[in-house]
């Protein structure tokens, strides 16, 4: 059995796929690479299986026909042999320090029996043309080099979300929630971060930049057309979250506040989105997304909808659809996403 598994959801990637198995190498006999190559019409298969064949114990090439990057997750759960579980896109690296601290940490607890369901780290976003890259920390909002439950999270600002690159859970979680990602479908790194969430009882961070996340490039799933173009497929996800929990029923208080969170930025980002594209046609879906989840939870519905982030995103007319895109513009631009 492998400490780590490492999922590489690949559909041609062969520009960049070395570049990103050859910073998780080093993780040596501790880990399991698995590079699923998803339909690929590339070199990525020919990449994969050079590598499987020059590291036989560490890397393992998958091939599967087309399902996204969903169905390549899935996949990878279904093969993993590791006690924990990273999933990193082909496009994106690892700072070699932190990943040797990680498997440090995780082996240790291991030794001694204190493994936790999630671990945490800091990632930063890689944009392309940028000199001052966006750090993303979670250091006032959880406490360092050490176990600790939901009880013990503080306050986590807007903007400040676990997300696919900071996470890394045990395997076992994964398993025990059920998680199957929609096939064919973007945006679903938002439910495999989501969907866990109750089932983590106890977590670690380690206040350090594991994870680059590569941004930028006119053909990712994030970039601002393709989020236009792909909006049924965000708005499917958002329904997915919607539909995942009753979250005023959570018994955890922070839990539910955050996942609470989590559901409004997925309403508003489907909503700005809706709002980008100009066409009446998308109005209409985005009071359709808002209206159901009115008939999931009224009072749910109300709380978001009157929050400053769902205010700003129905604001009524033409001039309020304006001001909710320059919102979330300037939004953007802080963070530095997309």
Excluded at 20 to 48: F, H, M, W, Y
Excluded at 59 to 85: D, M, P, S, W
Excluded at 107 to 124: R, S
Excluded at 267 to 293: D, H, P, Q, R
């Amino acid at each position: 059995m492998k400490l780590l598994t490492i999922v590489i959801p690949s559909y041609n990637s062969g520009a960049y796929l070395r570049k990103c198995v050859d910073c998780l190498l080093p993780g040596g006999e501790r880990v399991e690479i698995l590079i699923v190559n998803d339909g690929s019409t590339d070199g990525t298969a020919a990449i994969a299986d050079a590598y499987a064949q020059k590291y036989p114990s560490i890397v393992r090439a998958i091939h599967q026909e087309n399902k996204g990057h969903g169905g390549a997750v899935n996949t990878g759960l279904a093969e993993a042999t590791g006690v924990y579980f990273k999933v990193v896109d082909s496009d994106d690296t690892v700072n070699q320090e932190a990943y040797q601290r990680i498997l440090d940490t995780l082996e240790n607890m291991a030794m001694d029996g204190t493994g936790v369901d999630m671990l945490i780290t800091n990632y930063i976003y890689d944009k392309v043309g940028v000199r001052r890259k966006k750090v993303i920390s979670y250091r006032n909002a959880f406490p360092e080099g050490q176990v600790f439950t939901w009880d013990q999270v503080r306050y986590m600002r807007k903007g400040q979300y676990i997300l696919m690159h900071s996470v890394i859970y045990r395997t076992r979680v994964l398993r025990d929630c059920g998680l199957k990602l929609p096939e064919h479908t973007f945006y679903v790194d938002n439910l495999f971060v989501y969907v866990p969430l109750p089932y983590v009882k106890t977590m670690y961070y380690l206040d350090i930049i594991f994870y680059r996340y590569f941004i930028g490039r006119a053909d990712q799933s994030v970039n601002e057309a393709n989020m236009i173009k792909r909006i049924d497929q965000q708005i499917r996800v958002t329904k997915a979250i919607i539909d995942a929990y009753p979250l005023r029923k959570m018994p955890d208080k922070k839990l539910r506040k955050y996942m609470m969170s989590y559901l409004e930025i997925m309403m508003t980002v489907s909503s700005v989105f809706l709002i980008c594209s100009g066409t009446k046609e998308n109005l209409v879906k985005k009071e359709a997304l808002w209206e159901y989840l009115r008939e999931s939870d009224p009072i749910l519905y109300r709380k978001i909808r009157r929050g400053l982030m769902g205010q700003t995103m129905n604001l009524p007319g033409s001039t309020g659809r304006k001001l909710s895109v320059a919102a979330y513009r300037a939004t953007r631009h802080f963070y530095g996403f997309n």
